[in-house]
């Protein structure tokens, strides 16, 4: 498995900015799908967005299109989530998580095997 870290997180003001860091270890990163998830208090685990081992496919859930993006860096394993225009309902702990690149993308949390510790998001009104 492949070891996960994020960083990044933290308290904002509703429009406001911030970007999640998450470092990678352990294997090798390109075979590696990347996605962010999050959680809210009393909620599931939810989607966010994922991203191929080269950076050339995408998805976002729909609450967070055109304000999320998802990239990464292969020569430093790294992976990172840019949220602008925050709002409330982001509020949530998240995570990172990968998943062996086999040709197919799936967003539920459970085709993920490794996942990193989370990271709070706080979005104050």
């Known amino acids: 498995q492949v070891q996960l870290v994020e960083s990044g997180g933290g ?3 509703a429009g406001g900015s911030l970007r999640l860091s998450c470092a990678a270890s352990g294997r090798t990163f390109i075979n590696y799908i990347m996605g962010w998830f999050r959680q809210a208090p009393g909620k599931g685990r939810e989607f966010v967005a994922i991203i191929s081992w080269n950076g050339g496919r995408t998805y976002y859930a729909d609450s967070v299109k ?10 430093k394993n790294t992976v990172y989530l840019q949220m602008n225009s925050l709002k ?8 990172c998580a990968a998943s062996f690149d086999d040709g197919s993308y799936s967003y539920h949390p459970s085709d993920f095997s490794s996942w990193g510790q989370g ?3 706080t979005v104050s009104s």
């Open 119 to 121: 990271t709070q998001v």
């Open 11 to 13: 308290l904002v003001q």
């Open 88 to 95: 409330p309902e982001d509020t949530a702990v998240y995570y």
């Open 66 to 75: 055109g304000r999320f993006t998802i990239t990464r860096d292969n020569a």
